[in-house]
Nanobody, 127 residues
């Protein structure tokens, strides 16, 4: 079992920034690629980006490229999503998720690839 707890969401103005965190506990953190997804009201869950288990590689959705950055601190069992230049369309619940290194090819961008999920944190961007 891997438990994931997101934090750092909140209200931001357009053009602003938020840093989301996801703290993991349970199994060995470095066995998992860590992804971020988001879900806006009435829409399907959307892939945002992923970082490889040791932090050497990242992969982003087009909507996140150049604005969002994923990093991880394996000593703290924590993954981060730095969101910059926020837009109202970034408003969503943001989820972190863990994909087993042996259960997927790189990059894992499909939600079905991820077995463990956090509860989500709300990000609201005002115009």
């Amino acid at each position: 079992q891997v438990q994931l707890v997101e934090s750092g969401g909140g209200l931001a103005q357009a053009g602003g920034s938020l840093r989301l965190s996801c703290a993991a506990s349970g199994r060995t953190f470095t066995n998992y690629h860590m992804g971020w997804f988001r879900q806006a009201p009435g829409k399907e869950r959307e892939f945002v980006g992923v970082i490889s288990r040791l932090g050497a590689s990242t992969f982003y959705a087009e909507s996140a490229k150049g604005r969002f950055t994923i990093s991880r601190d394996n000593a703290k069992n924590t993954v981060y999503l730095q969101t910059n230049s926020l837009k109202p369309e970034d408003t969503a619940v943001y989820y972190c998720a863990a994909a087993d290194r042996f259960a997927t090819t790189w990059p894992p961008s499909r939600a079905a690839t991820y077995y463990y999920w956090g509860q989500g944190t709300q990000v609201t961007v005002s115009a």
